[in-house]
Nanobody, 114 residues
Framework: QVQLVESGGGLVQPGGSLRLSCATSGSIFSITYMGWYRQAPGMQRELVASITGGDITNYADSVKGRFTISRDNAKNTVYLQMNSLKPEDTAVYYC????????WGQGTQVTVSS
């Protein structure tokens, strides 16, 4: 069974940058949607950024201008470049890929703190 493997999380100071990656353990065909979500303690999971098969991107208002989602179709990999990080960006970040079924990663912790 194909799994999503996230990497790139960690501890960073405010104003810093991180790049998250989400790779698949096997091939996924007919991908229509790739996205990043996050969940802070005591909060609901929320959409951070997404990209469709037609390369249409969507961002949460709170990250516009700071985060960039991109993908490598050949590698079935989606990235999230996060710049100008703020303490309120602290959360577990999850990768989501939609094809003939819905795939979720296990999550990677991002902590923004001085």
């Amino acid at each position: 069974q194909v799994q999503l493997v996230e990497s790139g999380g960690g501890l960073v100071q405010p104003g810093g940058s991180l790049r998250l990656s989400c790779a698949t353990s096997g091939s996924i065909f007919s991908i229509t949607y790739m996205g990043w979500y996050r969940q802070a303690p005591g909060m609901q999971r929320e959409l951070v950024a997404s990209i469709t098969g037609g390369d249409i991107t969507n961002y949460a208002d709170s990250v516009k201008g700071r985060f960039t989602i991109s993908r490598d179709n050949a590698k079935n990999t989606v990235y999230l470049q996060m710049n100008s990080l703020k303490p309120e960006d602290t959360a577990v970040y999850y990768c989501n890929i939609r094809a003939t079924r819905n795939y979720w990663g296990q999550g990677t912790q991002v902590t923004v703190s001085s």
